[in-house]
């Protein structure tokens, strides 16, 4: 089993920025891939963007292409989602997920954070 926590949501004015924390716990010698996800209401939970294990590959979605860098630090056991230049239709619900081989789908993600709420005002 794999315990994620994410932190770091909060409030920010469109253009400002926020860097969100996903620490792991448990099982986490296992080589996980990452990926960070998102949420508004009323929608799907949509793929932001993920990395693998070793850290050298990442992948986004076209929306946040450009704006958004996730990285993680093995040693720490933390992923981290830096999100810049935000915009109003960034506001989510932000979750991590962990699962054996990268992918854009939640599907192929094992476990799951509790979610950390990011809300951008214009």
């Known amino acids: 089993q794999v315990q994620l926590v994410e932190s770091g949501g909060g409030l920010v004015q469109a253009g400002g920025s926020l860097r969100l924390s996903c620490a792991a716990s448990?099982?986490?010698?296992?080589?996980?891939?990452m990926g960070w996800f998102r949420q508004a209401p009323g929608k799907e939970r949509e793929f932001v963007a993920a990395i693998t294990w070793s850290g050298g590959r990442t992948y986004y979605a076209d929306s946040v292409k450009g704006r958004f860098t996730i990285s993680r630090d093995k040693d720490k056991n933390t992923v981290y989602l830096q999100m810049n230049s935000l915009k109003p239709e960034d506001t989510a619900v932000y979750y991590c997920?962990?699962?054996?081989?990268?992918?854009?789908?939640?599907?192929?993600?094992?476990?799951w954070g509790q979610g950390t709420q990011v809300t951008v005002s214009s």
């Open positions: 997920a962990a699962g054996g081989a990268v992918t854009t789908t939640k599907y192929g993600y094992d476990y």
């Open positions: 448990g099982r986490t010698f296992s080589p996980y891939a």
